[in-house]
């Protein structure tokens, strides 16, 4: 007698387990709609399409251990460039849905933070922990609200890559203010630093909620995107409170003569 063990194949992207008189069938289903895009749990870094992506072996199942370690951290770049260009220009059959990972989110999020600590009135300031405290903890939360308070059909790691990717506009609004700073003009642009902070807001809140927006149920997406779109007023609101003019006075012979 055979005896089923698994879900049901109204369940995609779910491991299901046939115990049969002598075999063992493990079959994982694909997907088959924009709304199932979330039920596809396993990820990768690399991206489809991409070039010097060769297969071996004779079921065709890619081994980067023969490869040159060049070719494996070009592949890599390539991959994360294409994620992020799926998060600055965002669309429903997002490629950060099917192949996710974490190398784009800290990257971005430490790049930020590094930025902040170099634009802060000394190197031994906590720039850096702010910016990195406040986004996972945010992290945290939305992933938590979105796979175990609701029905959205979306994994963790799903939310955290595309929640990660999503920083791209803040990156490059704090690259312009940092550029700002470098060439000592930055005194009296506090309005634009202001347009250039709530522009990369806004793009990151748009981008993120665009792809969360086809696995979320349509009567709960102002619930559930909500805290996507406060998290990232926080970061920039801390993006540009840091960004402003340095008050430190470098301590020199005649600052201290005339201290004392």
Same mark, same amino acid.
């Given at each position: 007698?055979?005896?089923?063990?698994?879900?049901?194949?109204? /369940?995609?992207?779910?491991?299901? @387990?046939?115990?049969?008189?002598?075999?063992?069938?493990?079959?994982?289903?694909?997907?088959?709609?924009?709304?199932?895009?979330?039920?596809?749990?396993?990820?990768?870094?690399?991206?489809?399409?991409?070039?010097?992506?060769? /297969?071996?072996?004779?079921?065709?199942?890619?081994?980067?251990?023969?490869?040159?370690?060049?070719?494996?951290?070009?592949?890599?770049?390539?991959?994360?460039?294409?994620?992020?260009?799926?998060?600055?220009?965002?669309?429903?059959?997002?490629?950060? $849905?099917?192949?996710?990972?974490?190398?784009?989110?800290?990257?971005?999020?430490?790049?930020?933070?590094?930025?902040?600590?170099? $634009?802060?009135?000394?190197?031994?300031?906590?720039?850096?922990?702010?910016?990195?405290?406040?986004?996972?903890?945010?992290?945290?939360?939305? @992933?938590?609200?979105?796979?175990?308070?609701?029905?959205?059909?979306? /994994?963790?790691?799903?939310?955290?890559?595309?929640?990660?990717? /999503?920083?791209?506009?803040?990156?490059?609004?704090?690259?312009?203010?940092?550029? $700002?700073?470098?060439?000592?003009?930055?005194?009296?642009?506090?309005?634009?630093?202001?347009?250039?902070?709530?522009?990369?807001?806004?793009?990151?809140?748009?981008?993120?909620?665009?792809?969360?927006?086809?696995?979320?149920?349509?009567?709960?997406?102002?619930?559930?995107?909500?805290?996507?779109?406060?998290?990232?007023?926080?970061?920039?609101?801390?993006?540009?409170?840091?960004?402003?003019?340095?008050?430190?006075?470098?301590?020199?012979?005649?600052? $201290?003569?005339?201290?004392?």
């Amino acid at each position: 007698m055979d005896r089923n063990i698994g879900f049901s194949k109204e /369940s995609p992207g779910i491991h299901s @387990t046939r115990l049969g008189g002598s075999d063992m069938d493990l079959s994982i289903k694909s997907l088959g709609s924009d709304s199932d895009l979330g039920s596809q749990l396993e990820g990768d870094i690399t991206v489809q399409g991409l070039p010097n992506v060769q /297969s071996d072996g004779p079921e065709g199942d890619f081994n980067t251990l023969d490869e040159p370690i060049l070719n494996t951290i070009t592949r890599d770049v390539k991959a994360v460039a294409q994620k992020l260009l799926g998060a600055l220009l965002p669309n429903s059959k997002n490629v950060l $849905m099917k192949e996710w990972d974490l190398w784009g989110p800290l990257f971005l999020c430490t790049y930020i933070g590094l930025v902040l600590q170099n $634009m802060g009135d000394d190197s031994n300031g906590y720039q850096f922990t702010e910016l990195f405290v406040l986004v996972w903890i945010g992290y945290a939360v939305i @992933t938590y609200n979105f796979v175990f308070c609701s029905t959205a059909t979306i /994994s963790t790691f799903q939310c955290v890559c595309v929640l990660g990717y /999503s920083l791209g506009p803040l990156a490059i609004a704090v690259t312009l203010l940092q550029l $700002m700073h470098m060439f000592n003009v930055i005194n009296g642009t506090f309005f634009l630093r202001f347009i250039f902070i709530c522009a990369a807001a806004a793009w990151s809140s748009f981008a993120s909620t665009k792809i969360f927006g086809a696995t979320v149920p349509e009567e709960k997406k102002i619930v559930l995107l909500s805290p996507v779109v406060v998290l990232y007023t926080l970061v920039a609101l801390l993006i540009l409170y840091h960004s402003g003019p340095s008050h430190h006075t470098p301590v020199t012979p005649t600052n $201290m003569n005339s201290t004392n």
